[in-house]
């Protein structure tokens, strides 16, 4: 399995989230055996200008392929971008044409550019024109149900260059709401022979091959059920090419959980670190959760709350290891 030329090894992909997908979840999902993982996008004038928290966003050391994912409406800044990630080791740049958020869309990036197809098509001609390497294009079902034309993106985008287009089955209007709607994927298929990723309400391997039937796709892109379960695309991964997926153990789990956090810390700072990291460690909590570990009402607590990165780690060992006895079992 190649993307122009880029071996992948899996069919399932981690999503790009903002505020999520940091380059550690990337790294740890990459190394379970995601075939492709995408970085937060990344404010294509903020990255340009130097900023601390784009280039954060779009580091990639330790995955391959390393995939920058950029959002922006104006073509000199969304060129910019995409030469400076790509001098930056960037494998592929991937264009946002979904984000449904109103400070985004307000700005005519994200899914508003599915309301204005000729200026989208100019942002991919000024990526593609900036850089060597592939750049692909994530996008929604359209903007509300009376204009669903992914299609037509679909196909002006890979006629202006785009190696690979990746449609969330969701209207803008829509935001989250209501379940993704793989067969209306299937009209984008039919669009044209491109390399497609069908990505929404998938969270197990019977998501992904339903999605894929239902949609023609030839890839399943994983979001938020990956949050707390990086290794989860990879599993997904293994499942779709017939192979028993590697199931971690509760402790290689607390390991995965741990060296997320500390590496966390590392990268961002104690202060920024400790914070951002909250939502994967109550996460990683759940899941042990949902996996027969007690809950520990004031673990959690602290874990959501505290600043002090030894007594987090504390209580995230306690809360996954295998003190949890029916999870042990
Ligand atoms: C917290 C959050 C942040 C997101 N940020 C991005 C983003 O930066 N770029 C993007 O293309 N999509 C973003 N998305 C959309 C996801 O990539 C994905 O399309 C959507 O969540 C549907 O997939 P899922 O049901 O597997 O989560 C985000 C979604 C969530 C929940």
Known sequence: MNIAGIPIESRAFLA???????????RIAARRGAGIVVSEMVASDEFVRGNEEARIRAEGEGVSPHVVQLAGCDPHWLGEAARLAEANGAAVVDINMGC?????????????????????????EAAVAAVKVPVTVKMRLGWDDASRNAPELARRAVAAGARMITVHGRTRQQFYKGKADWRAIAAVRAAG????????????AEDARTCLEHSGADFVMVGRAAL????????????????????????EKLALACEHYEELLALM????GVRHARKHLA????????????????RRRILLTSEDPRQVMGAL??????????AAA
């Open 283 to 298: 996460a990683y909590a759940d899941e042990a959760v949902a996996e027969g570990c007690e809950p520990d009402p004031e």
């Open 16 to 26: 790009p989230m903002s505020g999520v997908t940091d380059i550690v979840m990337r």
């Open 193 to 204: 022979d491109f390399p497609l990723v069908a990505n929404g309400d998938v969270h197990d």
């Open 269 to 272: 700072g104690v202060a920024h």
């Open 228 to 251: 707390g379960r990086p290794w989860l695309v990879g599993e997904i991964g293994a499942a779709l090419d017939g192979r028993e997926p590697e199931r971690l153990t509760r402790p």
């Open 100 to 124: 449904p958020a109103k400070k985004v869309t307000g700005g005519w990036a994200g899914s508003a550019l599915m309301r204005d197809l000729d200026h989208a098509v100019t942002l991919i």
């Open 317 to 326: 060992r306690g809360l996954l290891s295998n003190e949890c006895s029916r």
